[in-house]
């Protein structure tokens, strides 16, 4: 048995905090019944737990990539009424929500899903999911200036993990330079900021992994579910760098 706000929020319903207040407006029901009394606890294996009327536990757990295209919100929805990754999702009846992040210029591989956990699970930072960019960036980094990504840079909010880094392409003539980088955190636009700090301003930047699913051929704005083998491996990797993480390192 959990408390009724804590299995809204984990099913990605909103914050606890909102979550609380959605019940005290009456508008959560638990078995055909409304409950406005904080605090109450359901089995939510057994209960049947509505929001508005939306059935929250008992639906369909769905897992899906996005190749998101730049110009896009990664939200649900925009007061503005810009688009959002949601709008590409035809044939989605159940509500879904992003990941973590893609900022607006930047496209690529994005995870959304109705499962609170496993959001949770991936976007937590001691879990040190890896994420793979292409970053198209002005000018051509020399070693040096790699070799700060590598080891760790100072950033407003910190120091940055070490991150893997390579040439992926470098054209001369236009002065830029195409480099894959691979991180362990979701500051935000973390790698951006990562190479302004180095003096290369990234132009175009571009998603490709994220753990060990791999964007490919997916075209730009399409979507697929994700595979049972697929979920397993991405909940395996989030548990094992949690474990890596809880290691205490040995004295040398």
């Known amino acids: 048995m959990e408390r009724l706000q804590k299995i809204l929020a984990q099913a990605g319903v909103a914050s606890r905090r909102k979550c609380e207040e959605m019940i005290l407006a009456g508008k959560v029901e638990v078995n055909g019944e409304l409950v406005t009394t904080l605090g109450t606890k359901v089995d939510p294996a057994t209960d049947i737990i509505k929001v508005s009327g ?3 536990r008992g639906e369909n757990k769905i897992y899906i990539m996005f190749n998101k295209p730049k110009g896009v919100i990664t939200s649900a929805s925009d007061p503005k009424g810009r688009k ?5 999702l035809k044939g989605i009846n159940e509500r879904v929500y992003p990941v973590g992040r893609l900022d607006y210029d930047t496209e690529g591989l994005l995870l959304l899903t109705n499962d609170g956990e496993f959001a949770n699970l991936l976007t937590h930072p001691k879990h040190h999911v890896p994420k793979t960019y292409h970053a198209t960036v002005k000018g051509v ?8 990504l590598k080891t760790g840079i100072k950033l ?3 120091m940055t993990a070490p991150a893997e880094v390579e040439y992926k392409d ?3 003539a236009n002065k830029e330079a195409v480099i894959s980088i691979t991180i362990h955190e979701g500051r935000n636009r973390q790698v951006r900021r990562m190479f302004e700090a180095i003096s290369h301003p990234v ?3 571009k998603r ?6 791999l964007l490919q051929n997916l075209k730009r704005g399409s979507y697929r579910h994700l595979t049972k083998d697929e979920i397993n491996h991405l909940q395996q990797m989030a548990k094992s760098g949690l474990l890596k993480a809880k290691t205490p390192r040995k004295d040398t």
């Open 54 to 56: 939306r059935l929250i």
């Open 203 to 205: 132009m175009r930047l």
């Open 141 to 148: 980094p020399h070693g040096t200036a790699l070799d700060k």
């Open 84 to 88: 959002v990754v949601t709008d590409y």
């Open 208 to 213: 490709i992994s994220f753990g060990d699913i």
């Open 156 to 158: 407003e909010d910190g």
């Open 170 to 172: 470098i054209d001369e």
